[in-house]
Every structure is written in C-alpha cells, then in structure tokens.
C-alpha cells in the first residue's frame, strides 16, 4: 500500500492527466488538497473503516452526481474488497436518500403553494376518536 506521502494532493479518477480543478486558482486547490488527503489518506486519524468509508463516498457521490468522484471511490472500494451486495446496497440506499429528497422538496412546494392532491385520508380517519 502506497505511503500517505506518495498521494497525488488532488483526487482524480485516473492516472491521465486531468483538466478538473482548472479554474480553482492554487491557494484553493492547494486547501481542498489538504482536507482531501487528510479525510482519505491519514490511518491514524481516520474512525470509520477504509471500505465503508469509500461505501459511503460512493453513496454520496451518486447523490451528488459526481461521476469522477464515482469512478474513483468505486475503484477504491472493489480495490478493499467491497462486495457487488454491498455495492449494490449502497446505490438502494443512494436511491432511496435521492427519492426521499424528491418527496421532501415537493412537501415544501406543497405546503407553500397551500396544494394537497391527493390528501392521506386514512391518516385522518384513523386518528378521529
């Protein structure tokens, strides 16, 4: 396993030279850099175990829609020893985050704009006395 020190400061998807980060001027890249390397590649600082934290990154990035950021926790966790289950789990649960924040965000419209099209009348019905 490489040293801490021989991580690239910027996290890429590949080893191909990149034009991501191109319009972040060097300060910023240079503290994104840091928080990344420190979030990823610092074992005695880290809580969560490697493989369910790239599990989590994938889910995260799935959510976000992140595609670089997809193609490089995906390699990282099969590289842990992620299993296609818990791969696939951890997209059912990215899924079901993202659909959750769907209902939520047209409950807020909902309640704002006063609509309720298709009341819950068994909630009603099964609360009365």
């Known amino acids: 396993m490489p040293d ?9 998807a590949g080893n191909t030279p990149s034009r991501s980060y191109s319009m972040l001027e060097p300060r910023m890249k240079k503290v994104y850099g840091a928080y990344y390397k420190e979030l990823y590649y610092t074992p005695e600082r880290r809580v969560l175990d490697p493989k369910i934290q790239e599990l989590i990154s994938i889910a995260a990035a799935l959510v976000a ?3 670089g950021c997809l193609d490089g926790h995906m ?3 099969l590289e842990l020893g992620a299993t296609k289950e818990e791969i696939s789990e951890t997209i059912c649960i990215a ?14 419209c909902a309640e704002r704009l006063n609509l309720n099209h298709f009341p819950n009348t068994s ?6 006395p």
């Open 95 to 108: 899924a079901a985050i993202n659909a959750a924040a769907m209902i939520d965000l047209s409950d807020r």
């Open 123 to 128: 909630t009603a019905a099964s609360s009365a």
């Open 65 to 67: 829609k992140c595609e």
């Open 75 to 77: 390699k990282k966790a």
């Open 4 to 12: 801490a020190t021989d991580e690239p400061l910027l996290p890429t």
